[in-house]
């Protein structure tokens, strides 16, 4: 199992066209309250837990959530 974190910060300068995104495996993370901060390559920031599924972000509960289309 994997935990994927991703860049929230809205300017970004990660050149895709999404997020920029990193998985760390479980096991290297330990638990929630033990959790190495993981920081975004191009803009410095702090990543963030990302929803575990897609079909869980919710745009109405979830602010950093984007509306799929
Ligand atoms: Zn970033």
Do not use: W
């Not at 066209?17 to 920031?45: G, L, Q, W, Y």
């Not at 575990?52 to 959530?65: F, N, Q, V």
Request: proline residues 10%; hydrophobic residues 30%; glycine residues 2%.
């Amino acid at each position: 199992m994997q935990t994927k974190y991703i860049c929230t910060h809205e300017h970004c300068s990660y050149p895709g066209s999404t997020r920029f995104e990193m998985s760390f495996k479980s096991e290297s993370i330990m638990d929630d309250n033990n959790v190495a901060t993981a920081f975004c390559p191009f803009c410095k920031k702090e990543l963030m837990p990302a929803p575990a599924l897609t079909m869980d972000c919710d745009p109405r509960t979830s602010p950093d959530c984007s509306p799929m289309d």
